[in-house]
């Protein structure tokens, strides 16, 4: 290749929507691949960590997300974790499959990564997913899954706040099956900055009438990079809530807009100066964007306006599954760099 652009150095990701899911034409070092197609399962696959989550549906395309480096990888398992490391950012995956109550699997499998990537010397999460199957159905105990999902993590940050870094940018979404997927990313060297939004109580202040235990994840996450790598902003889970409140009940068009200006918000130039980050971001610049539409009668309507919003480069996906409240229609992710 004659020149490398910011986008194709260092730690980066790509959808691979062709039906394989091999790792064979990356063009770099695969650090983990999350398959969002019809099944799920987690294994070491040509020496990565492979998660497949069961997240396609009907009018959605399967695809991989692929997370790529310039540098050598080593992987592993240990437990139900997958992983991969680079000397700078470790992949770590792993499921918790379907139960009565969620808490304390949840807390065992955050506490077993949290002691796996500090163990390492990877002690700064950046960006962590959350693929909680029946997100907003009840569990035996007749509490939503996802509180009782949010108390398991709730315990496991409070428990590891002296040795691993705050909360990171998060998703928390449903799934098309039982059984809680994640996975996430962590830095060793470099150091990152944790983002609110000015339009958004942080999620970890939210009242206790949304569950006993808030939500614990950052609007997003900037990381400087480190040994020549781009900086880069993974931009959360993002939705149509203004305050704590959920607005335009029942109106996709409303949903979609209110969610693009909380992200323009969270991205532009006026907030990152807040947290010293000397330039902003455009919904334009955003990248690898994935968009969770609740009811698959949506999806043409937010698809035409994803594909006015993004630039026409980017890689879009599309899912069709539950938010994380019964009123969010639409939730939309990404990264700019
Ligand atoms: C989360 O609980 O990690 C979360 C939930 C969302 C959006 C972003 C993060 O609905």
């Known amino acids: 290749r004659q020149s490398l652009h910011a986008s194709d150095r260092g730690l ?15 063009a770099g070092n695969v650090l983990g691949r999350v398959h969002y197609g019809h099944g799920s399962a987690s294994a070491l696959d040509q020496g990565t960590p492979l998660l497949s989550v069961h997240m396609a549906g009907p009018g959605t395309d399967p ?37 009565d109550v969620y808490r304390d699997a949840v807390h065992e499998a955050y506490h077993e990564a949290f002691a796996l990537i500090a163990g390492l010397g990877y002690t700064r999460p950046f960006r ?56 996430f990313l962590a830095s060793r060297d470099g150091v990152p900055q944790h983002l609110e939004n000015p339009r958004q109580t942080p999620a970890y202040n939210y009242p206790d009438r949304y569950g006993p235990k808030s939500p614990s994840f950052a609007r997003a996450t900037y990381l400087r990079g480190t040994g020549g790598d781009p900086d880069t902003l993974y931009v959360s889970g993002t939705a149509s809530i203004v ?50 539409v609740r009811d698959a ?6 698809r035409a306006r994803c594909a006015e919003a993004f630039a026409g480069h980017a890689e879009v996906a599309y899912l069709n599954v539950d938010v ?9 992710e990404g990264i700019c760099r």
């Open 243 to 292: 305050g704590d409140d959920t607005v335009r009940h029942g109106d996709i068009a409303g949903q979609c807009e209110v969610t693009l200006a909380n992200i323009e918000a969270l991205i532009g130039a006026e907030n990152l100066r807040r947290y010293g980050v000397e330039h902003g971001f455009r919904l334009t610049d955003l990248d690898h964007v994935k968009v969770y």
């Open 297 to 302: 009668e949506h999806l043409p309507a937010v």
């Open 128 to 183: 962590m997913w959350n693929l909680v199957g029946s997100i907003t159905g009840g569990n035996a105990d007749d509490m939503e899954i996802y509180q009782d999902f949010c108390v398991g993590r709730a315990k496991a940050f409070e428990e590891w706040s002296d040795r691993i870094g705050p909360m990171p940018a998060a998703t928390g979404i449903g799934t098309l099956s039982p059984g809680i997927d994640l996975y």
């Open 324 to 332: 994380c409240r019964r009123d969010l229609l639409v939730e939309i």
């Open 12 to 26: 980066r990701c790509f959808f691979d929507k062709s039906l394989s899911s091999g790792v064979g034409h990356a």
């Open 63 to 99: 695809f991989t997300e692929v997370w790529v480096t310039d540098r050598p990888v080593r992987a592993g398992a240990r437990g139900d974790l997958l992983y991969a490391e680079d000397g700078e950012h470790i992949f770590c995956a792993t499921r918790v499959p379907a139960r």
